[in-house]
């Protein structure tokens, strides 16, 4: 079964022949309470825990740690994440991410691009992420405590980890001003489905590398752990997630 519309996640399910139900939801980032496709999460995990004997909830990001005291709260700190974690702590259901560490996926990518088209990347990743954020610290702040972050994972000895370095990094490879606020920008940059997309070789290459560690992860947890999984990810992802899912799980959607 799958359902999708313009104000609501795609929606699918699976059933493994060991029994064991799966559940994905591919959305739209957002840390904004009052977006409608949270009411429909929330609908489908409640849903899940009428069938689910060993449920099992994955999410994309470590949003789901986020201390939070109402559904609301949980949202406008850590995302769909942070939302997924807020309703499994209620229910008892552990949580897992099986997103590659940074340094292993930056190592991967560096086989065929530069540190400078790497870190850029990531680099958009946060800024789009600040867009999202409601109640927010200034992007500069943001920026920078992000781009340390990345310097303590990646140990790379010569890349400043600078806001200053970042925009000089810019200026080289796109020949314009970083502008902080063009949202425009940052979502192209992330998209590794827009073709406009200047950096969409890196953002390819690091799609398929998360995906593959991804689905390995999943795949244990459904088919060799037999658990019931409850799956909220991103949209870009959920077409080749489902494939694989159905060709390495060697089952068919549910309905």
Do not use: C
């Not at 609301?72 to 499994?88: P, Q």
């Not at 897992?96 to 990743?125: C, G, M, V, W």
């Not at 494939?243 to 309905?255: A, C, D, M």
Request: glycine share 6%.
């Amino acid at each position: 079964m799958e359902t999708t519309s313009a104000t609501t996640p795609i929606f699918f399910s699976l059933k493994h022949k060991n029994g064991a139900i799966f559940y994905y939801l591919g959305i739209r980032h957002s840390r904004n309470p009052n977006d409608a496709q949270f009411a429909f999460i929330k609908e489908k995990w409640n849903e899940f825990l009428t069938s689910a004997k060993r449920p099992l909830a994955i999410v994309e990001s470590e949003g789901w740690r986020v201390e939070a005291s109402d559904e609301a709260e949980s949202i406008s700190k850590g995302g769909e994440a942070g939302f997924i974690g807020f309703l499994a702590r209620k229910s008892q259901v552990p949580v897992i991410s099986f997103e590659p560490d940074r340094k292993t996926e930056a190592d991967h990518l560096l086989k065929n691009f530069s540190e400078d088209q790497i870190e850029y990347y990531y680099f958009a990743r946060i800024i789009s992420q600040w867009h999202r954020i409601k109640n927010k610290p200034s992007v500069e702040e943001y920026a920078v405590w992000h781009l340390k972050r990345d310097e303590q994972m990646l140990g790379w000895k010569d890349f400043a980890f600078s806001l200053e370095h970042v925009e000089a990094v810019h200026n080289s490879l796109f020949k314009t001003t970083l502008n902080l606020n063009d949202i425009e920008w940052f979502q192209i940059i992330e998209n590794p489905t827009r073709e406009e997309n200047p950096l969409k070789a890196v953002v390819r290459a690091s799609a398929t590398y998360r995906d593959e560690h991804i689905i390995s992860g999943v795949i244990n947890a459904w088919q060799e752990k037999q658990n019931d999984v409850f799956m909220v990810y991103g949209s870009g992802h959920t077409e080749k997630h489902k494939k694989e899912l159905i060709k390495r799980g060697g089952i068919n959607p549910v309905g």
